[in-house]
């Protein structure tokens, strides 16, 4: 209940800027597949919440990891939470976008488990890494609350836990529809 009644503050925070200062909020939810190397893939749910004015969006970012498959899925678990700038180039309709996200990764490798001295098992450990990444984009707006996006982003780090080093680099992927206020 407290975390619902910070949410609500906090959202209804930013409404009273948006109406102040002539800033807009965006929100959208997708599907983003991404692209590791050796052939493996992955799918994320995508979401975000984002504060645009003239031509300055910030952002806060968030990818459930939903699962991987291919020759070598590395990770069983890599959710990631990003917040950043977007620089758009123009502020007709059709607005082609940039920006950096930096971010933290909580992921654990599949692949790659350390021994347990007691047990003498496996253990995959969860770590929480930085991240960060660069995206790029376009935002098509509809003449009342609804917004098209595409965007593509490459994301980098590395999953270290007590164990080898995985990169988390990937390509990633996402479009959808978007609201905005």
């Known amino acids: 209940m407290k975390k619902l009644v910070i949410s609500l503050l906090f959202i209804s925070t930013f409404a009273a800027l948006s109406q102040e200062r002539d800033w807009r909020i965006k929100s959208a939810l997708s599907f983003a597949p991404g692209i590791l190397t050796e052939k493996t893939y992955t ?6 919440l984002g504060f645009i004015q003239d031509k300055i969006e910030w952002r806060g970012e968030a990818f459930y990891f939903l699962n991987s498959f291919g020759d070598r899925p590395r990770f069983d678990m890599n959710h990631q939470i990003y917040t950043g700038a977007f620089y758009h180039f ?4 059709f607005q082609p ?5 930096p971010g933290i990764a909580i992921s654990r490798s ?5 021994l347990n001295a007691e047990t003498q098992a496996l ?13 790029g984009g376009f935002d098509f707006y509809g003449e009342k609350l609804f917004f098209l996006f595409v965007e593509t982003r490459y994301i980098f780090g590395k999953h270290k836990a007590d164990t080898y080093p995985i990169f988390l680099d990937e390509m990633r992927f996402s479009f959808g529809l978007g609201f905005f206020f």
Do not use: H
């Open 123 to 135: 253990e995959y450990k969860i770590a929480v890494n930085p991240v960060g990444s660069v995206a």
């Open 110 to 114: 599949s692949e790659y488990g350390s």
């Open 97 to 101: 976008y940039v920006g950096f996200q």
């Open 90 to 93: 123009t502020e007709s309709a």
């Open 43 to 48: 799918l994320q749910l995508q979401g975000y």
